[in-house]
């Protein structure tokens, strides 16, 4: 009786050690799923702000690291900046969900639909990406009226190259040779 009782706890001990060990085993699985679901994740967000330049960005987010929001705020106000961001920006968002979908179901997980705010949020800075959205639609709103003003522009320029040209042909009778400088006729 007593080596039954004996074996029956035996028996019992081995039964939980199997089951803490499944479970133990279970447990490093889930969390090596979530490393490689997170490490490709991690992918795909780099390549597209890499393919939209927005990697660009990091040496100067690692000196501001306190205040990376204002310093996103910063680059904005700098037209030059500001359309390199937004083109930027407008290519990540136009990538990313058919990218993340195939990560998400490459790993069998749901689509978070704000998975790409907190990666920006991550790496640029808590509010990062309403800063961002914000920014890319006044552009859309205002990209017609720039496209205006830069053909206007254009045409102002080569309205004013052809009166130079035609007040040397005036002056010289002839076309300009290599290197001659046209005056410059306002």
């Given at each position: 009786?007593?080596?039954?009782?004996?074996?029956?706890?035996?028996?019992?001990?081995?039964?939980?050690?199997?089951?803490?060990?499944?479970?133990?085993?279970?447990?490093?699985?889930?969390?090596?799923?979530?490393?490689?679901?997170?490490?490709?994740?991690?992918?795909?967000?780099?390549?597209?702000?890499?393919?939209?330049?927005?990697?660009?960005?990091?040496?100067?987010?690692?000196?501001?690291?306190?205040?990376?929001?204002?310093?996103?705020?910063?680059?904005?106000?700098?037209?030059?900046?500001?359309?390199?961001?937004?083109?930027?920006?407008?290519?990540?968002?136009?990538?990313?969900?058919?990218?993340?979908?195939?990560?998400?179901?490459?790993?069998?997980?749901?689509?978070?639909?704000?998975?790409?705010?907190?990666?920006?949020?991550?790496?640029?800075?808590?509010?990062?990406?309403?800063?961002?959205?914000?920014?890319?639609e006044q552009f859309v709103r205002d990209a017609p009226r720039l496209a205006a003003d830069e053909a206007a522009k254009r045409d102002r320029n080569l309205q004013q190259m052809v009166r130079s040209y035609q007040a040397f042909v005036a002056e010289?009778?002839?076309?300009?040779?290599?290197?001659?400088?046209?005056?410059?006729?306002?």
């Amino acid at each position: 009786m007593r080596a039954d009782m004996v074996a029956g706890l035996f028996m019992a001990l081995l039964a939980i050690g199997g089951a803490g060990g499944a479970y133990f085993w279970y447990q490093q699985n889930q969390q090596a799923d979530l490393r490689q679901y997170e490490a490709a994740v991690d992918y795909v967000i780099e390549g597209q702000l890499s393919a939209g330049r927005l990697s660009s960005l990091y040496p100067g987010m690692a000196q501001h690291s306190s205040a990376r929001l204002n310093y996103l705020r910063q680059l904005y106000a700098d037209p030059a900046q500001s359309r390199q961001l937004n083109l930027g920006f407008a290519w990540l968002r136009a990538n990313w969900d058919a990218s993340y979908e195939r990560v998400a179901d490459q790993f069998n997980r749901e689509v978070d639909p704000q998975r790409l705010r907190l990666e920006i949020d991550e790496r640029f800075g808590e509010g990062a990406f309403v800063l961002m959205r914000q920014q890319h639609e006044q552009f859309v709103r205002d990209a017609p009226r720039l496209a205006a003003d830069e053909a206007a522009k254009r045409d102002r320029n080569l309205q004013q190259m052809v009166r130079s040209y035609q007040a040397f042909v005036a002056e010289h009778h002839r076309p300009p040779r290599n290197g001659e400088e046209l005056p410059i006729v306002p």
